[in-house]
């Protein structure tokens, strides 16, 4: 998630819910090359944060909320060890 296209993908599938999105949606919604595309869904989709359903000749892609919630819920209970993080820069976490 660290790399900023991959963040915008997930974004938008989250925003879209269950429904999902197919690979033409994202292309237009983040205007990125589908190529490139291509390359971050099949990261986020390695790393359990997306799944992937044909329907038909379409590819839908959705979140998986159920993952986002686990990790949100390890990275809450674990992160500098339960004190409050402080921001030393954009996003930063200095434990």
Known sequence: MAQPV?????????VAGPEGLTPGALVEAIGVPATSLSFHLKELTHAGLVSQERQGRNLIYRAAFERMN?????LTENCCQGEPCTATGAGACAC
């Open 70 to 74: 686990a990790l949100l819920g390890y």
């Open 6 to 14: 991959r963040l915008q993908v997930f974004r938008c599938l989250v």
